[in-house]
């Protein structure tokens, strides 16, 4: 069983990590897609100007990035507080 003040420092963790994430996704998706979007369109990759390309794609890599950045830094944060529950 986990302490009351354990579980509110894992709870603070994980909170903090879903930020951080949400955070870059928000700046990716609306940042790099709409906001900055005349900017990166000075560049281009794969022959489409940068701003559509994220707005269009970009967005989507970066959010199964994070899906695996969050899943591997959970992990650890649970091996951290000791509430890991893999066997093996």
Do not use: C, T
Not at 29 to 36: M, P
Not at 68 to 83: L, T
């Amino acid at each position: 069983m986990i302490s009351e003040s354990k579980f509110k420092k894992y709870w603070r963790a994980n909170l903090n990590l879903m930020g951080v994430l949400l955070a870059i996704w928000f700046i990716v998706s609306y940042g790099f897609g709409i906001l900055f979007r005349d900017v990166l369109d000075n560049f281009s990759i794969g022959g489409a100007p940068l701003g559509f390309w994220f707005a269009q794609q970009g967005a989507i890599y970066v959010f199964v990035i994070l899906i695996f950045v969050y899943s591997a830094m959970m992990h650890r944060i649970e091996q951290k507080f000791d509430v890991d529950d893999d066997e093996g």
